[in-house]
């Protein structure tokens, strides 16, 4: 039995055959195991969702990173001086590449383990605003509803 932060109790060891199959299915490298257990029944149901609504072919692509692996993709697009600005080391700058993420480094919801990114290639952006309202429902933040569009990206 694990207790979440909402004050719900769960019994991930009870889930049934079948549920564990399809979260396999979705999540084939085990990645949610990862995310903060408070955070983890949550993104199952999100991801258990997601793939009942047709979108079958999605796979959990990342979840926690560590501060370094943030820092590396906060330098994506921008300078060295950008990088110190930030309080994020200047080896880290590849201002010849597109700018990844907004996020400070040590905001990330990723460094956090709070945040899972899913691939959605093959669907159209109009089919994946429905993900917006599911993820409310599951009380999460839909990187698609950001001005700087993350359509793949669900954070706690």
């Known amino acids: 039995m694990k207790e979440l932060s909402t004050g719900e109790v769960v019994n ?20 949610i195991e990862e995310i903060r257990s408070d955070a983890r029944t949550f993104f199952r149901g999100l991801l258990l969702t997601i793939g009942m609504m ?18 590396a993709i906060y330098g994506c697009g921008r300078s ?13 700058s590849s201002p010849k590449v597109g700018v990844r993420t907004w996020c400070l480094p040590e ?19 109009s089919a994946l605003e429905l993900l917006g309202h599911v993820a409310r429902s599951f009380k999460c933040t839909w990187g698609g509803a950001w001005k700087v569009k993350d359509y793949g990206h669900f954070e706690l």
Do not use: W
């Open 12 to 31: 991930v060891e009870s889930m049934t055959p079948r549920i564990k199959e399809a979260l396999e299915g979705l999540d084939p490298m085990g990645l």
């Open 54 to 71: 047709g979108f079958g072919r999605v796979r959990v692509i990342s979840t926690v990173r560590t501060l370094r692996e943030q820092q």
């Open 80 to 92: 060295i001086a950008e990088c110190r600005a930030a309080g994020v080391p200047g080896e880290f």
């Open 107 to 125: 905001d990330s919801k990723h460094v956090k383990r709070m945040a899972m990114d899913i691939d959605l290639s093959g669907y159209p952006n």
